[in-house]
């Protein structure tokens, strides 16, 4: 077995009758010995289903318990598992399953019809523990191998970022990144078996996969997982389950202060260590206001599904507001005119290498590395002590709460729409998510009222588009900033939109 899938096992061992796993959904704890017991016949399944080592696994599921043992069978198998938001629309799980060629579909039952059509399958049915039905659809036209035994190069997940053009970027995480990145997680977060993880993050992202559950399994903890995150919820299940940190996004920051709900359940009788925070930084007022009010502390990082998990984070004893911390684990450095720096100050784009980073994508992307570095597109500069300050991002995406989202797949769902002349989508402020979803639209004529024609483009990103891709906010524009060859110049666009919203008190 690799390294990771042994821990793992043992884990589940050494826990045998004590209760390490709770569904939140379902309100029931589970013990090592019925995880254990999932895994053992989800692999039997599989096994029986002629699946195993590097096959490729579909899984379009809610957060629940069943998530870690079904990822943890998977591995055992020495079979991929390529996790996707359960928010995923048909059209776009159909696109996927129709590209690569996945030997088993797990999805939601909402999506299991989608999922059967045009092609042969053989289905089965099973009752977990963590589940009462789970349907596994095998995927005939795919030729299955006998499982094997996973060794450290082997990959295990096959995570998807946003790329620039739209197309997402396929990253291969093998075995020996993501333990690396796990045992990182847990000497930066000084986890023990003492600990209690709160999920609240969606389970197919790194942020979930790695830094709260592989870590927290890893170093013996125990997780409690919700389906997803509820503020007036979130203070009860942290505080009736004894949970000691949890990773959340500063979205979920925001809502816990604003929200009435939240401020009534609080007690000060938790035994929260702190709270770990990425994707965007938050201001000073609001993270002063959240650990004054919840009498806890924030812990800013940085990391991304390339890294396997963070790449750093602040240090408990000495934490910087506005900074993301320090290295942990992983060598950085600023491309400053195509050198690399450590030099203090000098602002460039941040390049990361390390045991847990990824050297290629599945896909060829060549310019996403150099010298034995990734390129993260993400801009910033070290301080004289090492912290390192993110001032940007080199490339389009748009952060949306924590989901990342590639502008060209949103102009071009909504450029089917006849009455769209041309549209350009960038990220605007926006103080709850970070940045707003916001399609500025050229119209093909003026006889389509603008109250119509933004109608039409939210119901076709509702169609065809996830909750977070959708547009948040609709601009009807004559045209855009462009450069010498009649490019649009995003940067001068996204200026001019911020400085209308501010003339007119509209704000983010």
Not at 62 to 86: C, F, H, K, R
Request: hydrophobic content about 40%; some cysteine.
């Amino acid at each position: 077995m690799s390294k990771i899938t042994l821990k793992l096992t043992n884990q589940l061992k050494a826990a045998a009758t004590e209760p390490i796993l709770k569904d939140e959904t379902r309100d029931r704890w589970y013990t090592g010995a019925e995880l254990a017991a999932d895994v053992d016949q989800l692999k039997d399944q599989l096994k029986g289903l002629n699946v195993g080592h590097g096959d490729k696994i579909y899984v379009c599921l809610d957060n629940s318990g069943l998530y870690p043992v079904l990822t943890q069978a998977i591995w055992e198998l020495g079979a991929i598992m390529n996790p996707v938001s359960a928010k995923t629309p048909v059209a776009e799980m159909q696109a996927d399953l129709a590209k690569h060629d996945y030997a088993v579909i797990i999805v939601n039952p909402d999506l299991i019809a989608g999922a059967l059509a045009n092609r042969t399958t053989k289905q089965a049915d099973l009752t977990l523990a963590t589940t009462d039905s789970l349907t596994v659809i095998r995927d005939l036209n795919v030729t299955g191998h006998v499982a094997a035994t996973p060794t450290e190069a082997d990959l295990a997940l096959i995570l998807h970022t946003s790329g620039t053009t739209g197309k997402p970027k396929r990253v291969g995480l093998t075995h020996d990144l993501l333990l690396h990145g796990a045992q990182h997680d847990i000497e930066a977060h000084r986890l023990t078996a003492a600990d209690t993880t709160l999920i609240t993050m969606p389970m197919f992202h790194i942020n979930a996969q790695v830094v709260s559950v592989l870590s927290t399994r890893l170093s013996g903890g125990k997780i409690v997982v919700t389906q997803k995150f509820s503020a007036s919820r979130f203070w009860h299940q942290v505080q009736t389950n004894g949970v000691t940190w949890a990773s959340v996004v500063p979205t979920i920051i925001n809502i816990l202060l604003l929200n009435d709900k939240a401020k009534a359940a609080y007690n000060d009788q938790t035994h929260l260590r702190f709270v770990r925070c990425s994707s965007f930084s938050l201001p000073l007022e609001k993270l002063t206001a959240f650990e004054e009010t919840y009498h806890t502390r924030i812990l800013e990082g940085y990391g991304m599904t390339e890294t396997a998990s963070q790449c750093t984070l602040n240090p408990f004893n000495a934490p910087k507001v506005g900074s993301v911390g320090v290295p942990v684990g992983t060598d950085m450095a600023i491309v400053v005119d195509e050198d690399f720096t450590t030099e203090p100050e000098q602002s460039g784009e941040i390049a990361v290498r390390g045991d847990h980073v990824i050297e290629s994508y599945m896909d060829p992307h060549p310019d996403s590395f150099k010298d034995g570095w990734f390129l993260t597109g993400d801009l910033g500069y070290f301080d004289d002590e090492g912290y390192l300050y993110i001032t940007g991002r080199k490339k389009d995406i748009i952060s949306v709460g924590g989901e990342k989202v590639a502008p060209a797949r949103v102009e071009n769902v909504l450029s089917q729409l006849d009455s769209i002349k041309e549209v350009t989508v960038i990220g605007t402020p926006d103080e709850l998510y970070g940045e707003a979803v916001t399609a500025v639209v050229i119209s093909r004529s003026d006889s389509t009222a603008p109250a119509q024609l933004e109608q039409a483009i939210l119901e076709q990103a509702k169609m065809a588009l996830a909750p977070y891709e959708r547009p948040k906010r609709v601009l009807f524009v004559h045209d855009y900033p462009r450069n010498a060859t009649g490019k649009v110049v995003r940067p001068k666009l996204k200026q001019q939109i911020v400085a209308d919203f501010e003339r007119l008190g509209e704000g983010a």
